[in-house]
């Protein structure tokens, strides 16, 4: 089944873009994905084709009109039904790799791009919308944070990485940063590779690339840190009743 995307945007020449080659680009002319791009100025009801006005109350710059914003996304739901809408703004709830996983598990999605000051705060309200943000930054536009939800769907659909588990154990998958890894050549600059890593014992590589994920995390992001040791420390009901019959 083919993941239908629908971008609502003032730049639709910006789709697919990037997401044209490479794995992403394989996989949309094999039809995995799909993506329909569409200009918000479309649902202009004016002669000028106005999409923006001035802020209420004053201040720079310009917002997008709630009533054009509403008939493109009823649009949108129209032609991609069952889709969720995900509206990009640096407001939003910061996008996870587990939301990600439960898009790409999904039929598809609508992704709404914000440009100048952003939204008229009552399409949150009038329409059933989830808001999303890229991370603690300030684009000038929505566009590359919908590139960038894409991708990392995309990378998930079944068929499109090449080893199917080399998904698994990337960055985030178990609340935690991935192992750093090295290839040849064995020595560069007097620098060499880990001797674990070319000693063959599987085992003790697995071990090492565990605690190394682990020591990586406290020390960079003590914010999963936390948050992976809380989900250790209380494990859902299921986990600890496994635990308990483990005698830990
Ligand atoms: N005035 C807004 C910023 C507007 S930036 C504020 O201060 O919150 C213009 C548009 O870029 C936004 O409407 C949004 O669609 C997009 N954008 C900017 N930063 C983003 C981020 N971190 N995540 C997702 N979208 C972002």
């Known amino acids: 089944m083919t993941f239908s995307t629908t971008v609502l945007t003032l730049y639709p020449e910006m789709f697919p873009g990037p997401l044209a080659v490479s794995l992403a680009g394989r ?60 509206v990009m703004t640096p407001r939003g709830k910061p996008i996870s790799q587990k939301r990600i996983r439960e898009l790409a598990d999904g039929p598809g999605v609508i992704l709404l791009c914000g ?24 684009l000038s536009g929505g566009e590359c944070a919908a590139l960038m939800v894409l991708d990392a769907c995309i990378r998930l659909l079944p068929g499109v990485m090449g080893a199917p588990s080399s998904g698994a154990e990337e960055s985030f998958e178990d609340g935690l940063l991935e192992y750093p890894h090295y290839t040849r050549p064995t020595e560069w600059e007097g620098r060499t590779i880990p001797e674990v890593l070319r000693s063959g014992d599987h085992a003790k590589i697995a071990a090492w690339r565990k605690r190394q994920a ?14 992976h040791r809380d989900a250790r420390v209380q494990p859902a009901s299921g986990a600890r009743r496994k635990n308990e019959d483990l005698g830990s």
């Open 115 to 138: 440009r100048f000051e952003g939204f008229d705060e009552r399409i949150f309200e009038g329409r059933e919308v989830e808001e999303v943000s890229v991370g603690d930054i300030v």
């Open 214 to 227: 682990e020591d990586d995390t406290r020390s960079r992001r003590p914010d999963l840190w936390e948050r």
């Open 27 to 86: 996989a949309l002319s094999e039809g995995t994905w799909s993506i329909d791009p569409v200009h918000i100025r479309d649902f202009a009801t004016d002669r000028h084709r106005t999409v923006d006005d001035t802020p209420a109350g004053g201040g720079a710059g310009m917002v997008l009109k709630v009533n054009i914003l509403a008939a493109a996304i009823d649009h949108a739901r129209s032609v991609n039904p069952g889709a969720p809408v995900i």
